[in-house]
C-alpha cells in the first residue's frame, strides 16, 4: 500500500522518472475507462446486472405459467373425457340444473 502511494509523490521519482511518470498516467487512464466503461456508457456494467435480474424474474414467471398451463390442459382433458365430470362442473360453476333438480345459491356477502 505504501508503494502505491509513493506514486504520487513526485519528490522519491529521482531516476525513474519518466517510469512512473508513464505509471501514473496510466492509473489514471485506466480508472477513466473503467468508470466510463462500467457506469457513464449507455451499455454499462450496472444496465448488465439489471438486465440479469429482470431475465432470472422473466424466467421465473415463465415457469410458475408452465405450471398453470399443465393444470388446465389436465382439467380439459378431464372434462373431455367423462360426461359426468363435465356436468358437475357445469353445475358447480354455471349453475346449470337438470329437470327437477332444486338449485340454492348461496352469494357470499362481502
Not at 519528490?11 to 462500467?38: C, E, H, P, W
Not at 440479469?52 to 421465473?60: D, N, P, Y
Request: net charge positive.
Amino acid at each position: 500500500m505504501d508503494r502505491f502511494k509513493d506514486i504520487w509523490n513526485r519528490d522519491k521519482d529521482g531516476g525513474n522518472a519518466q517510469k512512473r511518470s508513464f505509471i501514473r498516467y496510466a492509473i489514471v487512464s485506466t480508472t477513466i475507462f473503467v468508470i466510463l466503461v462500467g457506469f457513464v456508457n449507455t451499455n454499462n456494467i450496472v444496465r448488465w446486472v439489471k438486465a440479469g435480474f429482470e431475465i432470472s424474474r422473466q424466467e421465473k414467471q415463465i415457469r410458475k405459467y408452465a405450471g398453470e398451463i399443465e393444470q388446465m390442459d389436465d382439467r380439459i382433458r378431464s372434462l373431455t373425457s367423462s360426461r359426468d365430470s363435465l356436468e358437475k362442473f357445469a353445475r358447480e360453476h354455471f349453475h346449470f340444473a337438470e329437470p327437477g333438480d332444486d338449485v340454492f345459491i348461496i352469494e357470499d356477502k362481502k
